[in-house]
Nanobody
């Protein structure tokens, strides 16, 4: 059984940083595109960043230069380092796994097979 478990969310002031983690268990293939998504109240879920099997990354324009996605294969964990946070970043953050070597249609949530339960990020002004 594949499980994704996010952690690291919390409440910080604008300008602060958080690092989210997503631990993957039960998935044995080396092929996986890992994505981070977020959903704010009343808004649609949006792609934040993704990282392919070979390590290439892609970001939403709204977070480019502020967020960094990375992965540690040995720990089977994906990270999202979030810097220069602002209130517009407030949302529930989810990690997701796509069974693909690269990340085609990376921001399309319907293309991901496995999802975590989410971790809340709240940024105060």
């Amino acid at each position: 059984q594949v499980r994704l478990l996010e952690s690291g969310g919390g409440s910080v002031q604008a300008g602060g940083s958080l690092r989210l983690s997503c631990a993957v268990s039960g998935y044995t293939s080396s092929y996986s595109c890992m994505g981070w998504f977020r959903q704010a109240p009343g808004k649609e879920r949006e792609g934040v960043a993704a990282i392919a099997s070979e390590g290439s990354t892609i970001y939403a324009d709204s977070v480019k230069g502020r967020f960094t996605i990375s992965r540690d294969y040995a720990k089977k964990t994906v990270y999202l380092q979030m810097d220069s946070l602002n209130p517009e970043d407030t949302a529930m953050y989810y990690c997701a796994l796509k069974i693909w070597y690269s990340c085609p249609s990376w921001s399309a949530s319907s293309t991901y097979t496995y999802w975590g339960q989410g971790t809340q990020v709240t940024i105060s002004s």
